[in-house]
């Protein structure tokens, strides 16, 4: 996961136990001016780069369940990435997958992994008033397939979702903290070279939201796209796994997985982030018939790429 210069690598999985086109005229994606609208969730998805027909939800509150939000359970703890939705009575927050794991730090193949089981609703949501429930973990998910351990999708495939309680569901938005959007679903593979943003609320930032907020560029495509690696103005750290990875225009990416530090080359240090492709993440556990196929990405039309707090 490191360039050609790199003498050393140390790659640690970054569970919380060990360790996550802009509109001019709209208001900042954290502005607590409205809890926003109790409408159900509209279904929207696709496309690489354009912005798609608005959602019907209010403006975004810091108070809501959001892209972004602290995620924990048995005593780990990860950033949610993006809202999804198979219809108007169900929403799921996106995790990544080691977030559920007792073998994350333990140098276990995922194809081989002990995982909390499917339907474990204790899960701690930022924002919720009641736990969510796991419904899907990609580490179970390729167990139960029969993926070949060391395989693309064994080392890259980490995505998760999370069900939120009924009782929240009016207090959900799609716009992530920081940077709003997603515009869309990045379908496809991105390049070498594109701009990326992202975002992680690892405690180890101690509440500094500048820290949290990160920009940078794709550096390899990892697995044959099933995952990037992306190098940024400050790396993500242990708690910002599962975090949302926007694409140069504000699509939905990628889930922040793993933190590759090597030593050599030019400036000595090299830190990076493996971030796991959501396109590919998403359509795994459809095809695979794990989730409903309507499961759709929630979208907002603002995004910022100069973060907004």
Same mark, same amino acid.
């Given at each position: 996961?490191?360039?050609?210069?790199?003498?050393?690598?140390?790659?640690?999985?970054?569970?919380?136990?060990? %360790?996550?086109?802009? $509109? @001019?005229?709209? +208001? *900042?994606?954290?502005?607590?001016?409205? #809890? =926003?609208?109790?409408?159900? &969730?509209?279904?929207? %998805?696709?496309?690489? $780069? @354009?912005?798609? +027909? *608005?959602?019907?939800?209010?403006?975004? #509150? =810091?108070?809501?369940?959001? &892209?972004?939000?602290?995620?924990?359970?048995?005593? @780990?703890?990860? +950033?949610?990435?993006?809202?999804?939705?198979?219809?108007?009575?169900?929403?799921?927050?996106?995790?990544?997958?080691?977030?559920?794991?007792?073998?994350?730090?333990?140098?276990?193949?995922?194809?081989?992994?002990?995982?909390?089981?499917?339907?474990?609703?204790?899960?701690?949501?930022?924002?919720?008033?009641?736990?969510?429930?796991?419904?899907?973990?990609?580490?179970?998910?390729?167990?139960?397939?029969?993926?070949?351990?060391?395989?693309?999708?064994?080392?890259?495939?980490?995505?998760?979702?999370?069900?939120?309680?009924?009782?929240?569901?009016?207090?959900?938005?799609?716009?992530?903290?920081?940077?709003?959007?997603?515009?869309?679903?990045?379908?496809?593979?991105?390049?070498?070279?594109?701009?990326?943003?992202?975002?992680?609320?690892?405690?180890?930032?101690?509440?500094?939201?500048?820290?949290?907020?990160?920009?940078?560029?794709?550096?390899?495509?990892?697995?044959?796209?099933?995952?990037?690696?992306?190098?940024?103005?400050?790396?993500?750290?242990?708690?910002?796994?599962?975090?949302?990875?926007?694409?140069?225009?504000?699509?939905?990416?990628?889930?922040?997985?793993?933190?590759?530090?090597?030593?050599?080359?030019?400036?000595?240090?090299?830190?990076?982030?493996?971030?796991?492709?959501?396109?590919?993440?998403?359509?795994?556990?459809?095809?695979?018939?794990?989730?409903?196929?309507?499961?759709?990405?929630?979208?907002?039309?603002?995004?910022?790429?100069?973060?907004?707090?």
């Amino acid at each position: 996961m490191m360039t050609r210069w790199v003498i050393f690598v140390f790659v640690a999985l970054l569970a919380a136990c060990g %360790g996550s086109s802009s $509109s @001019s005229n709209s +208001t *900042p994606p954290n502005s607590d001016n409205s #809890a =926003g609208s109790n409408n159900p &969730p509209q279904e929207n %998805g696709g496309g690489t $780069s @354009s912005p798609e +027909t *608005p959602v019907s939800f209010g403006v975004p #509150a =810091g108070g809501q369940i959001r &892209p972004g939000m602290e995620i924990s359970a048995d005593g @780990s703890g990860c +950033t949610g990435n993006f809202l999804f939705s198979p219809n108007a009575q169900t929403v799921y927050i996106g995790v990544a997958a080691h977030c559920f794991s007792i073998d994350t730090n333990d140098g276990v193949d995922p194809c081989e992994t002990n995982n909390l089981p499917i339907g474990f609703n204790q899960v701690i949501i930022e924002n919720a008033t009641q736990p969510g429930e796991l419904v899907y973990s990609s580490w179970r998910a390729m167990q139960e397939q029969g993926e070949t351990p060391g395989s693309n999708a064994c080392v890259y495939n980490d995505f998760a979702l999370v069900k939120v309680h009924s009782d929240d569901l009016a207090n959900i938005h799609p716009a992530s903290f920081a940077f709003g959007g997603p515009v869309s679903l990045f379908t496809g593979l991105a390049s070498v070279g594109d701009n990326v943003f992202a975002y992680g609320r690892s405690p180890f930032h101690f509440g500094l939201r500048n820290l949290e907020a990160k920009s940078g560029t794709i550096t390899a495509v990892l697995g044959g796209g099933w995952a990037y690696e992306i190098r940024t103005d400050k790396a993500s750290i242990p708690g910002d796994s599962g975090g949302p990875i926007f694409g140069p225009t504000g699509q939905a990416l990628a889930v922040t997985s793993v933190l590759s530090v090597g030593l050599g080359g030019p400036t000595l240090i090299n830190v990076s982030n493996g971030v796991a492709n959501v396109d590919r993440a998403l359509k795994y556990a459809i095809d695979g018939g794990f989730i409903n196929a309507s499961t759709k990405l929630l979208v907002w039309p603002d995004f910022y790429p100069s973060a907004n707090f």
